[in-house]
């Protein structure tokens, strides 16, 4: 799909959202149950939409808070609940909404001094540290919420549940909730319990505590941050507006770190972006249209770094050095310079600890998982895939290819079990101030070693009838023994790693792969595909997937 003519321009003022008309639609607008769209929908980063859809109200929020408390209930956890919040306007009015619905329920509030931004790896972190060695039928149990829609456009707002393991909520458990979430709006809220905001902070429910100080005192647990301050390397950080805008400052400070902040402000029309492939305003770390303004830096810095709002998303940018040329790192790039340098400066972690990928993450994982001789454990698309390999430490790092990723603390302890920008982007410090070289310079070393990846990912309509076909496909759906000239090694309907089932098909040669999923909320279907021959056997094999899925849709 050709970019927006204004993709990587500074927003104008005709492309910001109305803040103040947006925050009445989330009080006054209310949903029509008849319609799927504003109905309660969980995916694979909790429920997501917009008040001026109808998709994301007081209403929603409501009903979602207390499902979470029924649930709660249902599991017998009693402990306080975390509750995170990111820079998202509609994350502000939930937020408020969340605790007058938890207080009314007798449940204990645990919020950042001064009601502040609180990000999702600081929550994920905060419970994994709060419930080390309890079982999960013991008593005083955290769990947490955080109010946010990751790195959609202003006009929208998310809200996920984090169990007492600390990472994303389990299918099974946010089909509960939202079940039970929809009930209570068909039933007009009623059984939904609420204090007033003014009441609900005299309760003595709402605890609010420095949720920053442990967060950074504990990050020299996952990253060797005596290395990078010993090294001095120059970074320039772009917060992109998010919940961890002010841990930079405290981190450098703490760690005597030489870090500019370059954007430090907070906006919740987000108006300081530059606009994404598609003309939006997006806070997509992982995007070179979002990122422009922090590129404009690249040079000026060792190193740069950037994050979506909540923070559990990185992005990497690197300088031109010699004949390695500068840029935003593509995901699956710093994915693989993660491992590579994780596997072999590491020393306490045991060697049988394996490295979680999602399917649809570059081969050159398991290229460089196969050199090493470690265990690669291959799931489904979606990071709470990880959770229980992070929480027991059977592995020692899980990542996809959308930029997300934690690992282990260098003990080979769990440090979160959710996605955690900050450690990332130190990270890539890290094997500079360790190595001498940057992460891109590293990639094309590894590149030398196993081969170029031609890696692409393209987003495709689909019909509503061919979309729902996409879950029975299997190995016998497809009348082909070639892809892209080479025989065909594997056709996966379920994912190596754990058996779970994809959603679509991931078939795969010597040469290359490709895999297909639906969207689980537009009538899209995502292709995404691998070379590691040439640009021109990606097209091939893009095409050859394409008639093959065409193919096996009209069955």
Not at 50 to 57: E, H, K, L
Request: glycine content about 10%.
């Amino acid at each position: 799909m050709a970019s927006h003519k204004r993709a990587g321009k500074p927003a104008l003022q005709s492309d910001l959202t109305n803040i103040p008309k947006l925050i009445s639609q989330y009080f006054r607008l209310v949903p029509d149950m008849t319609k799927a769209a504003q109905r309660v929908t969980f995916g694979t980063s909790g429920h997501r939409g917009c008040a001026a859809d109808s998709s994301f109200n007081e209403s929603h929020i409501m009903a979602i808070t207390q499902a979470v408390v029924d649930y709660r209930k249902l599991k017998g956890i009693d402990g306080g609940l975390v509750l995170g919040m990111d820079t998202h306007a509609l994350s502000q009015a939930a937020y408020i909404t969340a605790i007058e619905v938890l207080v009314a329920n007798q449940v204990t509030v645990i919020a950042q001094l001064d009601d502040a931004y609180v990000p999702t790896p600081v929550v994920s972190q905060y419970l994994v540290a709060a419930n080390r060695g309890k079982h999960s039928s013991d008593k005083g149990l955290l769990d947490g919420l955080i109010i946010t829609p990751s790195h959609n456009p202003p006009r929208d707002g998310g809200i996920k549940y984090n169990p007492p393991h600390g990472g994303p909520a389990e299918g099974e458990i946010t089909s509960w909730v939202e079940q039970r979430a929809n009930e209570y709006l068909e039933a007009q809220l009623e059984g939904v319990k609420r204090a007033n905001i003014e009441v609900a902070l005299t309760t003595g429910y709402v605890k609010h505590v420095d949720l920053y100080a442990p967060y950074i005192d504990a990050l020299e647990k996952v990253i060797d941050m005596k290395a990078i301050a010993d090294a001095g390397i120059k970074i320039g950080v772009d917060p992109l507006g998010g919940s961890g805008i002010y841990y930079w400052d405290k981190i450098a400070q703490r760690y005597g770190l030489n870090i500019t902040v370059l954007n430090d402000k907070v906006d919740p029309a987000f108006g300081f972006m530059t606009l994404d492939k598609d003309g939006k305003i997006r806070m997509d770390c992982s995007s070179p249209f979002a990122m422009a303004g922090l590129l404009a830096h690249a040079d000026k810095f060792d190193l740069c770094l950037g994050n979506d709002p909540d923070f559990d998303r990185h992005g990497i940018v690197c300088p031109a050095r010699g004949d390695v040329k500068g840029g935003l790192m593509n995901p699956n790039h710093f994915l693989a310079v993660a491992i590579d340098y994780l596997v072999t400066h590491r020393p306490q972690w045991a060697a049988d600890k394996a490295i979680g990928k999602t399917l649809v993450s570059s081969a050159m994982i398991d290229r460089i998982c196969a050199s090493h001789g470690k265990t690669l454990m291959e799931v489904p698309v979606g990071f709470k895939w990880f959770v229980d390999g992070l929480a027991d430490q059977s592995i020692a790092f899980g990542g996809e290819e959308s930029a997300g990723a934690a690992f282990l603390q260098l003990d080979g302890q769990t440090w979160c079990t959710d996605k955690d920008g900050f450690i990332l982007c130190l990270l890539a410090a890290e094997i500079l101030a360790v190595t001498g070289k940057n992460p891109a310079e590293h990639y094309q070393r590894l590149t030398e070693q196993f081969g170029t990846s031609f890696y692409t990912r393209i987003d495709s309509p689909i019909s509503a009838a061919k979309k729902a076909k996409f879950s029975a496909l299997n190995a016998d759906s497809l009348d082909a023994t070639e892809l892209a000239g080479d025989k065909i090694t594997a056709v996966l309907s379920h994912a190596p790693g754990n058996g779970a089932a994809i959603g679509g098909l991931k078939v795969v040669t010597d040469n290359g792969w490709f895999a297909a999923r639906p969207s689980g909320t537009e009538a899209l279907f995502k292709l995404y595909a691998e070379s590691f021959v040439s640009e021109a056997h990606l097209k091939q094999l893009l095409a050859d997937a394409k008639a093959m899925l065409d193919a096996a849709l009209k069955r």
